[in-house]
């Protein structure tokens, strides 16, 4: 199985939204043109293919200058734990430059996953949640 990765946003909103759906990570994927929005204003957008298939994607949004936030890191199920989320940081890390500090939010049943791709856990976060 040979893997590609691709830096654009000419990604569709149907292949954002399968990858979405089939990585389990909970976006409005309900909400099409909210989806578009997303992947539109995104600094960063880098997407991971198996043949003709999108099977993951990274989405950021940064200053090129301190910080990185990485919002979206979606892997397809079926596609997980070949290294394929690791690679995608890794373009991440290549795009914003070695001085940027890469942050992200973790769910819950990824709290495991980013210590084993380089991440260090914080704990002085804090957020004001979006409505609906």
Same mark, same amino acid.
């Given at each position: 199985?040979? &893997?590609?990765?691709?830096?654009?946003?000419?990604?569709?909103?149907?292949?954002? +939204?399968?990858?979405?759906?089939?990585?389990?990570?909970?976006?409005? +994927?309900?909400?099409?043109?909210? &989806?578009?929005?997303?992947?539109?204003?995104?600094?960063?957008?880098?997407?991971?293919?198996?043949?003709?298939?999108?099977?993951?994607?990274?989405?950021?949004?940064?200053?090129?200058?301190?910080?990185?936030?990485?919002?979206?890191?979606?892997?397809?199920?079926?596609?997980?734990?070949?290294?394929?989320?690791?690679?995608?940081?890794?373009?991440?890390?290549?795009? &914003?430059?070695?001085?940027?500090?890469? +942050?992200?939010?973790?769910?819950?049943?990824?709290?495991?996953?980013?210590?084993?791709?380089?991440?260090?856990?914080?704990?002085?976060?804090?957020? &004001?949640?979006?409505?609906?």
């Amino acid at each position: 199985m040979e &893997i590609t990765y691709k830096n654009h946003k000419g990604v569709s909103v149907e292949d954002v +939204i399968r990858v979405f759906r089939t990585s389990g990570i909970v976006r409005p +994927i309900d909400q099409p043109e909210r &989806i578009e929005l997303m992947i539109n204003h995104a600094d960063v957008l880098l997407s991971a293919w198996c043949g003709d298939k999108m099977i993951g994607v990274a989405r950021a949004l940064t200053d090129w200058s301190f910080c990185c936030y990485l919002s979206d890191l979606a892997i397809d199920q079926d596609y997980q734990k070949c290294g394929v989320g690791r690679k995608l940081i890794s373009k991440v890390q290549e795009e &914003i430059g070695k001085e940027v500090t890469l +942050i992200l939010l973790a769910a819950p049943s990824a709290m495991t996953y980013y210590p084993k791709v380089g991440f260090d856990k914080i704990n002085n976060g804090f957020m &004001i949640k979006g409505k609906k």
